[in-house]
């Protein structure tokens, strides 16, 4: 068996190929030095352990020994987990992206031996197909244009670094006030996505569909701070439409990567831990909003999800699990696209008994011939991906039978079907914790113990919050790691690993109102201005300047399947600023905002979460300062009205007793005018730091939220 350099490496993508016969580096100085003492070019390979064609790609030519041959002569070949260097990712897609117009994983890029990009592209086949040259040709090709042209690709790719950098540069700004950035910035978001809506099955894009919750929290805010009804009903449209499809898991909840199809119902089976944080996150904000169980319900189904199979012995949160599992057990290392989520009918109804069965297969739309009409690569033949074709009341009436006798029927069927299915082969566990994926997912767990009052919920929030200040911060020097596995931590921490993390401590304070949640995220956000910020044009690299192998440090502001880390820094200060007073904080918010503000103004729809962040910004956030005993239970009923409501843009306090008070009051000095009313809890709600009358009656207490 081959055994390469990655073989000492902790990432999992990396170790599912140390035994490949390509002689693959980790990146890192002992490559950097091979490529240069042999002149030769450096083949970089970018992806993930869940990434279903960066497995395709492994399969076909980095196990095949004559293409091994090639890539060892002629190149050093490096392999990159971006999920743990998404610095070096971000470089190298936004080259692929300018010169392909496209990008994705797994991502080729083929560099100088001092790291200059000169050719790029994604999957390539083993042999010309799909309208792509093959892998063995495209290296040769490579090999002989370095061996005759090498001058014009150093010249080449010094030129395109020049661009790349040019093109990212962000002109110097006198803050956003002074560049224009208002409401209308807002309303032009609002309208671009209005535009792009599927009025016929929801979401934002026709096909392949992905959930793109930041869009969901641009529109739920917008809702929020206009009235606007559409920008709600595109919201709850797109949420529960979601939920019906084959995206989301019927037995096992949570959600997975994206729909192939329009409707939502054929799905990329691999499930990410930052989808199930902020799909969440979505579900519970709706449920605010509508008071409609049915979205609590699907957030509790995440939760459930992520805890029963994501969770670390440790109290971290793992990141993936694999779209491709084994198909029979007998073949381990035959796997197939959502193997271990499809059902043939029979396997129903052997698990599920009469009638139940036979309820179970209506419900969720199982065919004796498979459901799966448009299946290009024969991996759903005769099997079924559960969806709800019919509600359990449809259920009921079409068997004629009484409602709760077939609720109680399918639920056991659920139950029975989730067992069998616990007995398959898994699909595979990408066990690493990251840190800013840990973060969103504190956060939607701290939300989710307050609003659906699960105090299990709020446990685990506060548990992986310790883990991570535990294991992955340091208090001596501030500095804050990314990837924590088997025992190890390790790369020191990125801007999104700071915002994230500082973000979760801010929602973990506003559930629970310990008082060391904010001194951290505000030591997080201290020293992400230190590591990260651009103090004379604004906003924040995504990576440190002390890299001396990273060739462009970037300012990425892009909401995509995550927030940006600009998006959540700029966030973070603002409600920071609120909190402690602090005018540099808003200021240098303000300098991130107006750096983007040409962004904001003409592509609004790649910046919905920089849009929830200007929206704060243009507001006049409420500070909500409870004063009253944390676990007393009229200080819980004031809580109950706060986060049965949703009020985006506030910051809250709780005063509950003289070490709280000395705090707050040192930040801002009017919280020491604050006292409990008649002995009973007590809310100030206040803008601008003038407050309303005071209440301590809960309903109260709601009628100054409306």
Same mark, same amino acid.
């Given at each position: 068996?081959?055994t390469?350099?990655?073989?000492?490496?902790?990432?999992?993508?990396?170790?599912?190929?140390?035994?490949n016969?390509v002689?693959?580096?980790?990146?890192?100085p002992?490559?950097?030095?091979?490529?240069?003492?042999?002149?030769?070019?450096v083949?970089?390979s970018i992806?993930?352990?869940?990434?279903?064609?960066?497995?395709?790609m492994?399969?076909e030519?980095?196990?095949?020994?004559?293409?091994?041959?090639?890539?060892?002569?002629?190149?050093v070949?490096?392999?990159?987990?971006?999920?743990e260097?998404?610095d070096?990712?971000?470089?190298?897609?936004?080259?692929?992206?300018?010169?392909?117009?496209?990008g994705?994983?797994?991502?080729?890029?083929w560099l100088?031996p001092d790291?200059?990009?000169f050719f790029?592209?994604?999957?390539?086949?083993?042999?010309?197909?799909?309208g792509r040259?093959?892998?063995?040709?495209?290296?040769?090709?490579?090999?002989?244009?370095?061996?005759?042209?090498?001058?014009?690709i150093?010249?080449?790719?010094?030129?395109?670094?020049?661009q790349?950098?040019?093109?990212?540069?962000?002109?110097?700004?006198?803050?956003?006030a002074?560049?224009?950035?208002d409401?209308v910035?807002l309303?032009n978001?609002f309208?671009?996505?209005?535009?792009?809506?599927d009025?016929?099955h929801?979401?934002?894009?026709?096909?392949?569909?992905?959930p793109r919750?930041?869009?969901?929290?641009?529109?739920?805010?917008f809702?929020?701070r206009?009235?606007?009804?559409e920008?709600?009903?595109?919201?709850?449209a797109?949420?529960?439409?979601?939920?019906?499809?084959?995206?989301?898991?019927?037995l096992?909840?949570?959600?997975?990567?994206y729909?192939?199809d329009?409707?939502?119902?054929?799905?990329?089976?691999?499930?990410m831990?930052y989808?199930?944080?902020?799909?969440?996150?979505?579900y519970?904000?709706?449920f605010?909003?509508?008071?409609?169980?049915g979205?609590?319900?699907?957030?509790r189904?995440?939760f459930?999800?992520?805890?029963?199979d994501?969770?670390d012995?440790?109290g971290?949160?793992?990141?993936?699990?694999?779209?491709?599992s084994v198909?029979?057990?007998?073949?381990?290392?035959?796997?197939?696209?959502?193997?271990?989520?499809?059902w043939?009918?029979?396997?129903v109804?052997?698990?599920a008994g009469?009638?139940?069965a036979?309820?179970?297969?209506?419900?969720?739309?199982?065919?004796?011939?498979?459901?799966?009409?448009?299946?290009?690569?024969?991996?759903f033949?005769?099997r079924?991906?559960?969806?709800?074709a019919?509600?359990?009341?449809?259920?009921?009436?079409?068997?004629?039978?009484?409602l709760?006798?077939v609720?109680a029927?399918?639920?056991?069927?659920e139950?029975k079907?989730l067992?069998?299915?616990?007995?398959?082969?898994?699909?595979?566990?990408?066990?690493?914790v990251?840190?800013a994926?840990n973060?969103?997912m504190?956060?939607a767990?701290a939300?989710?113990?307050?609003?659906?009052?699960e105090?299990r919920?709020?446990?685990?929030?506060?548990?992986?919050?310790?883990?991570?200040?535990?294991?992955?911060?340091?208090?001596?020097t501030?500095?804050?790691?990314?990837?924590y596995?088997?025992?190890?931590?390790?790369?020191?921490?990125?801007?999104?690993?700071? +915002?994230?993390?500082?973000? %979760? $401590? /801010?929602?973990?304070?506003?559930?629970? #109102?310990? *008082? &060391?949640?904010?001194?951290?995220?505000?030591?997080l956000?201290?020293?992400?201005?230190d590591l990260?910020?651009?103090?004379v044009?604004?906003?924040?690299?995504?990576?440190?300047?002390?890299?001396?192998?990273?060739?462009?440090?970037i300012?990425?502001?892009y909401?995509?399947?995550?927030?940006?880390?600009?998006?959540i820094?700029?966030l973070?200060l603002?409600?920071?600023?609120?909190?402690?007073?602090?005018?540099?904080?808003?200021?240098?918010?303000?300098k991130?905002?107006?750096?983007?503000?040409?962004r904001?103004?003409?592509?609004?729809?790649?910046?919905?979460q920089?849009l929830?962040?200007?929206?704060?910004?243009?507001?006049?956030?409420?500070q909500?300062i409870?004063?009253?005993?944390?676990? +007393?239970?009229d200080t819980? %009923? $004031? /809580?109950?009205?706060?986060?049965?409501r #949703?009020v *985006? &843009?506030?910051?809250?306090l709780?005063?509950?007793g003289?070490?709280?008070?000395r705090?707050?009051?040192?930040?801002?000095?009017?919280?020491?005018?604050?006292?409990?009313?008649?002995?009973?809890?007590?809310?100030?709600?206040?803008?601008?730091?003038?407050?309303?009358?005071p209440?301590?009656?809960?309903?109260?207490?709601?009628?100054l939220?409306?």
């Amino acid at each position: 068996m081959h055994t390469n350099h990655l073989a000492k490496e902790k990432s999992p993508y990396l170790l599912q190929h140390a035994h490949n016969p390509v002689d693959w580096y980790p990146w890192g100085p002992e490559a950097f030095d091979k490529a240069r003492r042999e002149n030769k070019p450096v083949f970089l390979s970018i992806g993930y352990s869940t990434c279903h064609w960066c497995h395709v790609m492994e399969r076909e030519s980095f196990e095949n020994e004559q293409i091994a041959g090639i890539l060892n002569r002629h190149f050093v070949s490096i392999k990159v987990d971006r999920e743990e260097r998404p610095d070096v990712d971000r470089v190298y897609m936004t080259f692929v992206q300018v010169t392909t117009g496209g990008g994705g994983w797994p991502m080729s890029v083929w560099l100088t031996p001092d790291l200059k990009p000169f050719f790029g592209g994604t999957y390539f086949p083993p042999e010309d197909r799909y309208g792509r040259a093959g892998f063995p040709q495209m290296l040769e090709r490579i090999h002989e244009a370095w061996e005759q042209q090498q001058a014009r690709i150093l010249e080449s790719s010094a030129d395109i670094i020049a661009q790349l950098r040019k093109q990212m540069e962000v002109e110097p700004s006198g803050g956003a006030a002074l560049l224009g950035l208002d409401p209308v910035a807002l309303d032009n978001g609002f309208q671009v996505f209005r535009r792009t809506f599927d009025t016929e099955h929801a979401g934002f894009s026709e096909a392949p569909k992905f959930p793109r919750p930041v869009a969901l929290n641009f529109l739920l805010r917008f809702h929020a701070r206009t009235g606007n009804p559409e920008a709600l009903e595109m919201v709850l449209a797109t949420l529960r439409e979601m939920a019906k499809g084959g995206m989301h898991d019927q037995l096992g909840g949570g959600f997975h990567r994206y729909s192939v199809d329009r409707r939502w119902f054929v799905p990329h089976f691999e499930k990410m831990l930052y989808d199930q944080a902020q799909l969440a996150t979505s579900y519970l904000e709706a449920f605010q909003i509508t008071g409609d169980q049915g979205y609590a319900e699907t957030a509790r189904r995440i939760f459930d999800y992520v805890l029963r199979d994501m969770l670390d012995p440790d109290g971290g949160f793992y990141s993936a699990e694999d779209a491709d599992s084994v198909i029979d057990p007998a073949q381990p290392t035959v796997k197939g696209e959502g193997a271990f989520y499809i059902w043939k009918q029979s396997e129903v109804e052997i698990a599920a008994g009469v009638p139940a069965a036979e309820w179970f297969c209506y419900r969720y739309g199982v065919e004796e011939h498979g459901n799966v009409q448009e299946d290009p690569h024969h991996e759903f033949a005769g099997r079924n991906i559960l969806y709800q074709a019919h509600s359990a009341e449809e259920t009921a009436r079409h068997f004629q039978r009484p409602l709760e006798e077939v609720r109680a029927g399918l639920a056991l069927a659920e139950q029975k079907l989730l067992a069998a299915r616990s007995r398959r082969v898994r699909p595979h566990l990408d066990d690493k914790v990251l840190t800013a994926w840990n973060g969103l997912m504190i956060s939607a767990l701290a939300k989710g113990g307050a609003i659906l009052r699960e105090p299990r919920y709020l446990e685990a929030a506060r548990r992986a919050a310790n883990f991570l200040a535990s294991r992955m911060y340091q208090a001596e020097t501030g500095m804050l790691l990314r990837r924590y596995r088997q025992g190890e931590a390790a790369i020191p921490g990125f801007l999104d690993d700071y +915002a994230f993390f500082a973000q %979760a $401590l /801010l929602d973990l304070y506003e559930a629970e #109102f310990e *008082p &060391e949640h904010l001194r951290l995220a505000l030591r997080l956000m201290e020293q992400a201005r230190d590591l990260f910020e651009d103090r004379v044009q604004g906003a924040f690299f995504s990576s440190r300047a002390d890299d001396p192998d990273l060739i462009l440090r970037i300012k990425e502001d892009y909401d995509g399947a995550e927030p940006s880390g600009n998006s959540i820094a700029v966030l973070n200060l603002l409600r920071l600023a609120q909190i402690t007073g602090r005018a540099d904080l808003r200021e240098s918010a303000e300098k991130a905002l107006g750096a983007f503000a040409s962004r904001i103004q003409h592509a609004p729809v790649g910046v919905p979460q920089m849009l929830v962040a200007l929206a704060f910004y243009l507001s006049k956030p409420r500070q909500i300062i409870l004063v009253g005993a944390r676990e +007393a239970a009229d200080t819980r %009923a $004031l /809580l109950g009205q706060l986060n049965g409501r #949703f009020v *985006p &843009e506030r910051i809250v306090l709780l005063v509950d007793g003289e070490p709280s008070r000395r705090l707050f009051a040192g930040w801002l000095p009017v919280v020491d005018t604050m006292r409990a009313l008649d002995g009973k809890a007590t809310a100030y709600v206040c803008e601008d730091y003038t407050c309303k009358l005071p209440a301590n009656n809960p309903e109260k207490f709601g009628e100054l939220l409306q």
